[in-house]
């Protein structure tokens, strides 16, 4: 209710971090929406500004900015390869996650 996002396996420093600012390592913006991979190993956030990290634990492995839109969901492809975001414009975008190019939208 208050912005903040909980997840697990979050390591208890990163989850400290997310629990007193409503942020993530990376972020400016409140983070909208997080998943982890398959493998639970990684993280992948979005905030409303169209920034998408992807974490190991708490390190920034990568991250791309997407065309600024008011995201509010994210979900990844079962193989991790593709992030799907989903848009308070009523649209979804699938970027790939190596590049953070777009690869489709409807």
């Known amino acids: ?3 903040v996002v ?5 390591p208890p420093a990163a989850r400290r971090e997310v629990r007193a600012t409503g942020r993530w390592a990376g972020h400016k913006w409140i983070v909208s929406d997080v998943a982890l991979t398959a493998d639970g190993k990684r993280a992948v956030s979005v905030d409303g500004h169209g920034l998408v990290i992807v974490y190991d634990g708490a390190k920034v492995l990568k991250s791309f900015t ?3 839109e ?15 975001l ?3 414009k009523n649209a979804l975008k699938w ?6 190019k777009e ?4």
């Not at 008011?70 to 799907?84: E, N, Q």
């Not at 690869?103 to 409807?106: D, L, R």
């Open 1 to 3: 209710p208050n912005g």
């Open 86 to 88: 989903g848009c308070a």
């Open 6 to 10: 909980f997840i697990d396996p979050v």
């Open 95 to 100: 970027y790939d996650l190596d590049s953070g």
């Open 70 to 84: 008011a995201f509010t969901a994210l979900a990844l492809s079962p193989d991790d390869k593709v992030v799907a």
């Open 103 to 106: 690869v489709g939208s409807i």
């Open 66 to 68: 997407t065309e600024a």
